[in-house]
């Protein structure tokens, strides 16, 4: 059986993080997203993978040079109509019955396995969740899916989609019936097909996870982070103390005086310390270097980041190629964040800094602010709003 | 170059040499052909391409053979002169890399015994020879034979009458032997085996190996038999594919930033201030070092001028690039000079004949390569790798950042053990060589910029490149991967030579290509901009991107990110790549296969 993951977009709500990569390779635990969806259908012995990818897609291309036992295939996908319209570019590979994921969810292979030994025609893993109202919303009746709304405005069931079905080769049929009619979404399709009374069955995933917003970020990095089991590479000079897992990568140093609680994963190429102390569920990236006299608190720091002496991060997400002078403070505490017109209260929130941001000595960002791309701030600034990409503080 | 592969084991041979052979074929070939021992032995092989080859070959029966891309050096492109070569009887088949100087005396010399020759190779005579000498043992008569060949050689060997076995022998051109359960290879480089092993032993000069399905025997050159010790290579079969990019070239230019990041991993440390090389590349340059001379081919030679630049500046000691070609013959060698051999394939005939001329005349060598293992590295003094991975590209991209990266390093150290770099000065530096990743990555998010910039150089006949300083090298090499992929005849001149002849040969259609720094030379190289409009052509400027100035002189600006140091020359590169590589796709060049080109030039 072969596996379609669908890789194609940009994913707007996550910018600043999304303007240089595709959705999909954003890190969490020092991995992208996408890698733990290819995992998992590896591991249930499917090697053969049907990338669809189209925004940004060399990024995918670059990291995915080295990946090790599966034959991985890629279509592009120029403009990004929908998931049903994504799914047609792979047509051409597809001989018989197939499964089809997004890869911006992190997914188990357990419910992957799940999926492919249904017996089922038509098969799809659901998952309960506590917004539902934001995703294709299914109802079901004796396990068999009734009826799916994408997001509905009015009373919702609590289990929705998670976009990740094993369909047969017919689907494509549906698909440019519906496509021609200017019908793109794949939810829309599934819909077509059970109205047609056809039995698609319904199985609940036991991990599923999605990001929508920077601020997940930092709590599936907490999560996942978890999972990473301990292993000690690189250069750990003497008084250096660790506690818990803590995994780090090849030619990485940790200098003299650190103190480090797991979980904690650590990148190749890092330049730690001397006397810095990183605690619990901090993802370091790779080529990063944090100077003396820094805490790094639940944090997701990226590649090529440099953070400077006395620099006090928590709860925060920053950005790859960031660089951080001195004393450089994020507040955390509560944030109520506008969204897409609606205002959310985040607790215990930090600040979300995008790519090759330069930010002077002694900066304090107030809780929940997120700095676009490519800013520069002035030394000894206290910011208090959102700033968009490129912008300069002086 | 020529590309070998041979075979001995439990599989197919035709299918494991015919797919050994497209992984060769980056190398550059203009036919190929197969000969494999069934019943007997046959041979299969056509002018062009291995796809057309596979196509129309019968299926040869055989767990036994060699196959050969062949890059033609004596004797025009033909069936004829394809290889194996074969033996008048039919007896024995060899395919060679390599150039026999004394083949014509060795030729006039069987001619007179009576043997009929059928193609105008040098390789055929060894064939003939082989046979001549051959007394029932191929090991033998190959070895007999080899001690009367003058020149260079890495050939593979089948004789009818013994089927179990595969012979093979080098001098100055590259042979590895592939270890695998009861089956074994031989390649002109391991990319090419990748696919069923990533175990190998080296062959050195003047040996010879014989190979059956479970054993290698290898003996020096006084018929000895010796241990060779067995080495795993870490290069994946996926390195060398390329991985959903439309060409290998694209894809190794965009592994730059994880390339540069591999080649100063280990090496740079940011907390502590300092560069780490290897001992005994350090104890070399701690040396009393009145000049230092680094020897090159090609794209390796472009960026040893780049280490001129460099290397001076940060440390006083006086460079002299050479061509490889040039300097063994008639280069002085000094035993005060330090000599940095700079070869990609680490297998260059020219580089590596030079390297020999330097060592014998007491020179210390060091060699900045990317194959490990590879001739290069064991007959210098000491090596530094770029770990780039295999590039497969003819042009080369991602080594050759490397290349200057580790000439950077070696400039540094110079300077810290030689006292003319201050530890503040020196740490901004590595700051800055920390950031190159970055900086790249930046210029690869605006390839789309630089494709718009191309379609203004799709028609054109000529280009001038031009710059000063570090950036005239920068211009050599920008012209170089031009005109190399997409055939469009390009030079680069230092900016300041361009009234001392080339103007003549500038008009309103010739495109001028200027890199820009905010060096001491600024305001000259706008002068010279000045100088080149006033006669009409159009000016693309590739500037920092602070530099407001430009615009107004320039007709299109490309910017590299930050601001100018001796490290932009590494974000300039880039931009010169994917111009030219832009460039050559719209124009639907060959990109990976440029016509007449070979990756390794593994003759003289």
Known sequence: MKAVILAAGEGKRLRPFTETIPKVMLPVANKPVLEYVIDAVKKNGLNEIIIVVGYKKEVILEHFKNYKGVKITYVVQEKQFGTAHALMHAKDHIKDTFIVLSGDNIIDHK??????TDDSKYSILIKEHPNPSKYGVVFIEKEKLREIVEKPKEEVGKFISTGIYKLPKTIFDNISELTSQGIYDLS????????????????????WRDIVYPWDLIHLNETMIQRTPSSLGGTIEKGVTIKNDVSIGTDSTIYSGCYIVGPVIIGEGCEIGPNVCIFPSTTIGNNTVIQPFSQVENTVIMDDVRICSGSLIKNSVIGRGCIIENNFTSLDGSSTIEIEGEFKKLEKIGTMIGEDCYIGSSVVVEPGKIIGRRCKIASLKRIVDNLPSNTNVM | MCGI??????????????DCLKRLEYRGYDSAGIGIIGKQLQIFKEVGEISKLEKQIP?????????????????????????????????????HNGIIENFKKLKEDLEKKGVKFSSQTDSEVIAQLINENYKGNLKDAVFSTIKKLKGSYAIAVVCNDEPNILVGARKESPLVIGVGDNENFLASDISALLKYTNRVKYLDDGEICVLSKTSIKIFNENKEEITKKEEIINWELKDAEKSGFPHFMLKEIFEQPDTIHRALLGRVSEIDRTIKLHEKVEDLLNYDIQSIHIIACGTSYYSGLVGKYLIEQFTNIPVFVELASEYRYFGTKNEK?????????????????????????GCRTIV?????????????????LTQSGPEIGVAATKTFTSQILILLLIAFKLAMLKNKLGADE?????????DLPKKVREVLEQSDKILDIAIQLKNVESVFFIGRGINYPLSLEGALKLKEISYIHAEGFAAGELKHGPFALLTQITPVITIVTKDNTYDKVIANIGEVKARGPEVIAIAEENDTEIEKHADFVIRFPGNSSPLSCIPIIVILQLLAYHVANLRGCSIDKPRNLAKSVTVE
């Open chain 1, 111 to 116: 419910s992957i396995s799940k999926l492919i």
């Open chain 1, 188 to 207: 829309s399709i599934i819909q077509s097909i059970v109205d047609k009374d056809e039995k698609i069955n319904t199985i609940i995933a036991d991990l």
């Open chain 2, 5 to 18: 592969v041979g075979y001995n084991g439990f599989r197919e041979a035709q299918k494991v040499l015919i």
């Open chain 2, 59 to 95: 299926f040869f029966d055989g767990d036994i053979g060699i196959g050969h891309t062949r890059w033609a050096t004596h004797g025009a492109v033909t069936k004829e002169n394809a290889h194996p070569q074969l033996s008048s009887n039919k007896k024995i088949a060899l395919i």
């Open chain 2, 337 to 361: 000079s330090l000599i940095i051999g700079v070869t990609q394939s680490g297998e260059t005939a020219d580089t590596l004949a030079a390297l020999r001329e330097a060592k014998n005349a």
């Open chain 2, 368 to 384: 900045i390569t990317n194959v490990m293992g590879s001739t290069a590295t064991r007959i210098s003094d000491a090596y530094i």
């Open chain 2, 426 to 434: 020196l740490s901004n530096y590595i700051f800055d060589m920390k």
